[in-house]
């Protein structure tokens, strides 16, 4: 029998503000350090600002490594936790879907910004001595979003939040060597994820995906390739791995239920898949993160 997991907390965005979008220093959230250090969930997105005494950021199963003075940024609802660090110093700019989803072009750009995607390898931006612009449109924001709100200042702060993400993933994207949004593969790709996250439970086969979307499978393999350095048989197996990871984690379903809620028609089958990309069992993976007892 497996002893129960102690549910993952979500947070939610500050309801009390009529402004969609809050800088905090890192200071004082480490207030409430016995939170942060833990597992949780945010329903809004992240921009964390580390300035210095942070050495790694756990999101989803994968420790980010982190240098002082760089950016990291985080989808909504994504599992993470903070270091348990003596005496960060950074910030952290948080702000809703609502907010900035005000009409289709952002909520198409926001979607499909390698900054926040689970596609992509999740790094920070390191920023080191080349930092004036990041700062200066941080300061604006920051002194725009404390005023006494007004109707102009949801456009004021939302634009300077636009061109802080976009100045970033231009960087991030020459770093990477990774096309831009305007790349003719990002739509293929975007489509691809689209359609993954809503088949992996069924269907597991690249041809599938290929077929979906009307196109060759040689023509999603190179536009997977050409984006994000992996083929489509590997972002198939590392969402399945995710999923399982989040399942035997944060759920208390049995081994046996996890391998039929991912579309495993046995369950051996699913050990094998997970033992072959973790290296371990389900079983000793869930030991490993603060289960106990036997499935």
């Known amino acids: 029998m497996v002893m129960m997991l102690q549910d993952i907390k979500t947070y939610n965005f500050n309801s009390g503000r009529k402004l969609g979008l809050e800088i905090i220093p890192m200071e004082k959230l480490y207030k409430r350090?016995?939170?942060?250090?833990?597992?949780?969930?945010?329903?809004?997105?992240?921009?964390l600002w580390f300035f210095k005494g942070i050495r790694s950021h756990d999101v989803d199963f994968q420790k980010v490594e982190v240098q002082d003075n760089s950016l990291l940024f985080l989808d909504k609802d994504i599992v993470h936790c903070y270091e348990d660090a003596a005496e960060p110093q950074g910030l952290c700019i948080l702000f809703t879907e609502e907010f900035f989803f005000q009409d289709a072009h952002d909520k198409r750009w926001?979607?499909?910004?390698?900054?926040?995607?689970?596609?992509?390898?999740?790094?920070?931006?390191?920023?080191?001595?080349?930092?004036?612009?990041?700062?200066?449109?941080?300061n604006l924001i920051d002194t725009e979003s404390r005023k006494s709100y007004c109707v102009s200042q949801e456009g004021i702060v939302l634009n300077l939040l636009k061109a802080l993400l976009l100045h970033a993933e231009r960087a991030m994207n020459a770093l990477a060597k990774r096309a831009s949004q305007n790349d003719a593969h990002w739509e293929t790709v975007y489509e691809f994820s689209e359609?993954?996250?809503?088949?992996?439970?069924?269907?597991?086969?690249?041809?599938?995906?290929?077929?979906?979307?009307?196109?060759?499978?040689?023509?999603?393999?190179?536009?997977?390739?050409?984006?994000?350095?992996?083929?489509?048989?590997?972002i198939i197996d590392n969402r399945i791995m995710l999923e399982a990871k989040r399942l035997l984690t944060h759920s208390n379903h049995s081994i046996k239920e996890t391998s039929y809620i991912l579309g495993f028609d046995e369950p051996?089958?699913?050990?094998?898949?997970?033992?072959?990309?973790?290296?371990v069992t389900p079983r000793e993976f869930r030991i490993a993160h603060q289960w106990s007892g036997e499935d």
């Open 33 to 47: 350090r016995d939170l942060l250090t833990r597992p949780h969930r945010a329903a809004f997105y992240h921009i």
């Open 110 to 138: 926001l979607m499909r910004s390698a900054l926040f995607s689970n596609l992509v390898q999740k790094e920070v931006l390191i920023l080191k001595n080349d930092d004036s612009f990041y700062r200066d449109i941080v």
């Open 195 to 234: 359609l993954l996250e809503e088949h992996f439970r069924s269907n597991k086969q690249v041809n599938a995906y290929a077929a979906m979307l009307n196109i060759s499978r040689k023509s999603l393999i190179k536009a997977c390739g050409g984006i994000l350095g992996s083929s489509p048989k590997q």
């Open 268 to 279: 051996t089958n699913f050990v094998k898949f997970f033992r072959k990309f973790q290296g």
